[in-house]
């Protein structure tokens, strides 16, 4: 280190200290960044972040209302096609369906006048639809089916564009 006496090998106005002043004229003016920078625009990172994470927020709460209920169909008609294979392999062994006093219970536990023929349970537990509730079940079928098999859906009352039944799918 050169002595105090010694000049300095660079230009400096102003005199050397260990730990200058915060404040002018040793720090340097703003170099802007970008445009809004250059138009004295400064972006600050907490509301951004803020934005961001609201509207994340705000998504997710405000999707299942706008979700049609789709993802719910698919599963009611698979139910529908194991529950018309159970009661085929049902009719299969009894040479009938199940009546609608015995409904759907008839391919889990036998009923009274077919102990000797019945070879099930044809199903392990009946499903319910994925409104939670029971699928229902005619016989005779008035759709050109040997039996009517359907799932009221979101909005459980008959006969509303939401249905699943089984007479569109064969």
Same mark, same amino acid.
């Given at each position: 280190? !050169? ?16 730990? !200058? !002043? &915060? ?19 400064? &972006? ?5 972040? /803020? ?6 927020? *705000?998504?997710?709460?405000?999707? !299942? ?48 006048? *077919? ?7 044809? &199903?392990? /537990? *009946? ?44």
């Amino acid at each position: 280190m !050169p002595g105090e006496d010694q000049p300095r090998r660079f230009a400096r106005s102003i005199p050397f200290e260990k730990n !200058p !002043p &915060i404040g002018l004229p040793y720090e340097t003016p703003h170099q802007p960044q970008g445009l809004l920078d250059f138009l004295g625009l400064r &972006i600050h990172p907490l509301p951004v972040a /803020m934005i961001v994470i609201g509207g994340f927020v *705000l998504t997710i709460m405000l999707l !299942p209302k706008w979700s049609c209920g789709c993802a719910k169909i698919a599963p009611a008609k698979v139910d529908m096609v194991n529950l018309e294979t159970a009661l085929d392999r049902f009719h299969v062994d009894n040479d009938r369906y199940p009546t609608a006093a015995e409904g759907l219970q008839a391919l889990v536990t036998a009923p009274e006048d *077919l102990k000797q023929t019945w070879r099930g349970p044809y &199903i392990r /537990m *009946l499903p319910t639809d994925p409104w939670g509730n029971a699928y229902i079940y005619s016989e005779p079928g008035t759709h050109d089916n040997d039996f009517d098999l359907h799932s009221r859906g979101a909005d459980k009352r008959d006969g509303t564009e939401d249905d699943v039944v089984n007479w569109s799918v064969r």
